[in-house]
């Protein structure tokens, strides 16, 4: 199965916006509304941050907004705060039944 | 926040097994294993419903067997002849509603001769 395609790397400075793409096909990204995000610290399991494309879980900030159009998605971060700081991954549901993950962001925060 | 308690052998040789365990709690939805090579990104080795049905990675699906125990709510895992491609942290987590809501801590799991 094929990796969802994310950019290796985005920056920005405190306070701005920076946005992370993801982007698959028709039989993933494209296919269906179960794309969810993931943040990383070194060292630390993965949490979820975002699901079905737009929803954030109880306890994440309302600075993370996720979107999708055809087969990309798209992981917003507004107000970007140092903790802000690590690696994104998406992933999507295919219609394998399987699981396509992206390759990964690291968001450095300048 | 839910951490799941994951334990298993962290060093292997070429061609042995790779076997892992999770404890997880009651529930109607799936179970997953996912990898994360040293410095690299995450890759699902696949998941397992509490009712047998069960789906893998194409690319792994010779060599994995993944299992639950309902009555221990226990998660398994076992990949066969691994080599040093097959190290990496290994994390169990749960699907519940199309999304993985909670992780083991992870695993680092290395092959070396």
């Known amino acids: 199965q094929s990796a969802l395609t994310q950019p290796a790397s985005v920056s920005g400075s405190p306070g701005q916006s920076i946005t992370i793409s993801c982007t698959g096909t028709?039989?993933?990204?494209?296919?269906?509304?179960?794309v969810s995000w993931y943040q990383q610290h070194p060292g630390k399991a993965p949490k979820l941050m975002i699901y079905?494309?737009?929803s954030r879980p109880s306890g994440v900030s309302n600075r993370f907004s996720g979107s999708k159009s055809g087969n990309t998605a798209s992981l917003t971060i507004s107000g970007l705060q140092a903790e802000d700081e690590a690696d994104y991954y998406c992933?999507?549901?295919?219609?394998?039944?399987?699981?396509?993950f992206g390759g990964g962001t690291k968001v450095t925060v300048l | 926040q839910v951490q799941l308690q994951q334990w298993g052998a962290g060093l292997l040789k070429p061609s042995e097994t790779l076997s892992l365990t999770c404890a997880v709690y009651?529930?109607?939805?799936?179970w997953s294993w996912i990898r994360q090579p040293p410095g690299k990104g995450l890759e699902w080795i696949g998941e397992?419903?509490?009712?047998?049905?069960?789906h893998y990675n194409p690319s792994l699906m010779s060599r994995v067997t993944i299992s639950v125990d309902t009555s221990k709510n226990q998660l398994s895992l076992r990949l066969t002849s691994v080599t040093a491609a097959d190290t990496a942290v290994y994390y169990c987590?749960?699907?519940?509603?199309?999304?993985?809501?909670?992780w083991g801590q992870g695993t680092l799991v290395t092959v070396s001769s």
């Open positions: 987590a749960s699907n519940t509603d199309y999304r993985f809501d909670y």
């Open positions: 009651g529930g109607s939805f799936y």
């Open positions: 397992i419903h509490p009712s047998g049905s069960a």
């Open positions: 028709n039989s993933d990204v494209g296919g269906y509304n179960y």
């Open positions: 079905d494309v737009s």
């Open positions: 992933t999507s549901y295919t219609r394998s039944s399987t699981w396509a």
